[in-house]
């Protein structure tokens, strides 16, 4: 992640109302702080699914792994991977981490508490501030190394937490890196040399990224309640990894709202806003949410990839032409944070500059009622 993300909301501080640290435990009734309805989300109501749709699954070791990336990414933005090389043994520890954190007292979690204008540490969601209701859900932000945070939590034994996260980010680095070599192929972008920022051995090793543990309790009323608002990422793409909790979902156009089911030893895969840019709207980024569910804690970790913190992302010059020209202005990642910060959902549309010939829209306008201030 780019070493002064922070800055990026420094302008756009959590309200006050919104440090505030329930038990969720002890709720037994749904604050009206917490119920959303229709007006609240702007998007398809709940009961706005697609039950005969799903989420591609690509299996990594198939030969035709990179077509059907492809496909997917143009179609849906987002896909299930098996195969991908991560050890179950690895995801049940990360996991195993995530519960013992969360399930900590609140007063004890509140030690590494993420400052209003902060990044790292345990918090609300940041797109807390773009809606009138709060979200069922507790959240913790790593950048960079996880130990100065562990260590208020865990003093005598924060080493050992600190060893599975970090472990995790390197293999999910390597993952990211070969995913996205693979969506790249799929768009014709094969030479090292046509992505620069890869470094010398294609590896990216300059890249940047971020881990975010998501934590959603059992709720009394999960119908009126939201896990996670709807967003896209800002990265180029997210790795996520869920536990045997349903709850995550994409907007599917034409189709509502769909529910990626949990994958035994799978991990979901969405386009963030850079992969969005870089493809010039060819790979649309994912508008997703959470819902919550009335008897399972859900839990989740979100590995967020993006690029080196000078490197400007722009539609590549290989997927440009007479017919094809460039939809958005360069950008860095701090860049683009910043103006996610101000613009939410409309940050995409902030950074074009021009209208696409054959009539496509940004995922976020597909809805131009939402409300981002």
Same mark, same amino acid.
């Given at each position: 992640?780019?070493?002064?993300?922070?800055?990026?909301?420094?302008?756009?501080?959590?309200?006050?109302?919104?440090?505030?640290?329930? !038990?969720?435990?002890?709720?037994?009734?749904?604050?009206?702080?917490?119920?959303?309805?229709?007006?609240?989300?702007?998007?398809?109501? #709940?009961?706005?699914?697609?039950?005969?749709?799903?989420?591609?699954?690509?299996?990594?070791? !198939?030969?035709?792994?990179?077509?059907?990336?492809?496909?997917?990414?143009?179609?849906?933005?987002?896909?299930?991977?098996?195969?991908?090389?991560?050890?179950?043994?690895?995801?049940?520890?990360?996991?195993?981490?995530?519960?013992?954190?969360?399930?900590?007292?609140?007063?004890?979690?509140?030690?590494?508490?993420?400052?209003?204008?902060?990044?790292?540490?345990? #918090?609300?969601?940041?797109?807390? +501030?773009?809606?009138?209701?709060?979200?069922?859900?507790?959240?913790?932000?790593?950048?960079? +190394?996880?130990?100065?945070?562990?260590?208020?939590?865990?003093?005598?034994?924060?080493? *050992? $937490?600190?060893?599975?996260?970090? %472990?995790?980010? %390197? %293999?999910?680095?390597?993952?990211?890196?070969?995913?996205?070599?693979?969506?790249?192929?799929?768009?014709?972008?094969?030479?090292?040399? !046509?992505?620069?920022?890869?470094?010398?051995?294609?590896?990216?090793?300059?890249?940047?990224?971020?881990?975010?543990?998501?934590?959603?309790?059992?709720?009394?009323?999960?119908?009126?309640?939201?896990?996670?608002?709807?967003?896209?990422?800002?990265?180029?793409?997210?790795?996520? $990894?869920?536990?045997?909790?349903?709850?995550?979902?994409?907007?599917?156009?034409?189709?509502?709202?769909?529910?990626?089911?949990?994958?035994?030893? #799978?991990?979901?895969?969405?386009?963030?806003?850079?992969?969005?840019?870089?493809?010039?709207?060819?790979?649309?980024?994912?508008?997703?949410?959470?819902?919550?569910?009335?008897?399972?804690?859900?839990?989740?970790?979100?590995?967020?990839?993006?690029?080196?913190? +000078?490197?400007?992302?722009?539609?590549?010059?290989?997927?440009?032409?007479?017919?094809?020209?460039?939809? @958005?202005?360069?950008?860095?990642?701090?860049? @683009?944070?910043?103006?996610?910060?101000?613009?939410?959902?409309?940050?995409?549309?902030?950074?074009?500059?021009?209208?696409?010939? *054959?009539?496509?829209?940004?995922?976020?306008?597909? *809805? *131009?009622?939402?409300?981002?201030?």
């Amino acid at each position: 992640m780019p070493s002064r993300l922070s800055d990026a909301f420094r302008g756009q501080p959590i309200h006050p109302q919104q440090l505030k640290h329930p !038990d969720f435990t002890s709720l037994q009734e749904l604050p009206d702080s917490y119920a959303w309805n229709q007006r609240d989300d702007d998007y398809p109501s #709940g009961d706005a699914f697609a039950t005969d749709q799903s989420v591609p699954i690509i299996d990594l070791n !198939d030969p035709n792994a990179l077509q059907g990336i492809g496909h997917a990414c143009k179609t849906w933005g987002v896909f299930q991977v098996t195969n991908h090389g991560i050890p179950t043994s690895l995801l049940d520890m990360v996991e195993c981490t995530s519960r013992t954190l969360f399930s900590l007292p609140v007063h004890q979690k509140l030690k590494a508490a993420r400052s209003p204008d902060g990044v790292s540490g345990y #918090g609300f969601a940041r797109i807390s +501030s773009f809606f009138s209701k709060l979200m069922w859900s507790e959240g913790f932000t790593i950048v960079g +190394s996880p130990d100065e945070h562990f260590r208020l939590i865990w003093p005598q034994d924060y080493r *050992n $937490y600190c060893d599975v996260i970090k %472990e995790y980010k %390197e %293999e999910m680095k390597k993952l990211a890196g070969r995913l996205m070599w693979l969506m790249l192929g799929s768009l014709g972008i094969i030479a090292k040399q !046509d992505i620069k920022w890869a470094g010398p051995k294609g590896d990216f090793k300059e890249a940047s990224a971020v881990l975010q543990l998501n934590y959603y309790p059992a709720c009394p009323d999960p119908d009126r309640a939201m896990g996670l608002a709807a967003h896209t990422d800002s990265t180029l793409l997210t790795i996520l $990894y869920q536990n045997s909790t349903s709850g995550l979902q994409v907007l599917k156009e034409g189709a509502g709202w769909v529910t990626v089911p949990p994958l035994p030893g #799978g991990l979901v895969i969405n386009l963030g806003d850079l992969m969005h840019i870089l493809s010039n709207g060819s790979y649309p980024s994912i508008l997703h949410r959470a819902r919550v569910n009335r008897t399972h804690h859900r839990f989740s970790v979100a590995y967020l990839y993006g690029p080196p913190s +000078s490197v400007k992302i722009s539609p590549h010059p290989k997927l440009l032409g007479p017919a094809q020209p460039p939809l @958005y202005r360069p950008v860095t990642w701090n860049e @683009y944070l910043d103006t996610k910060a101000k613009h939410f959902n409309k940050a995409l549309s902030s950074v074009r500059v021009c209208v696409p010939l *054959n009539g496509l829209v940004d995922v976020n306008e597909h *809805n *131009n009622s939402v409300t981002v201030g």
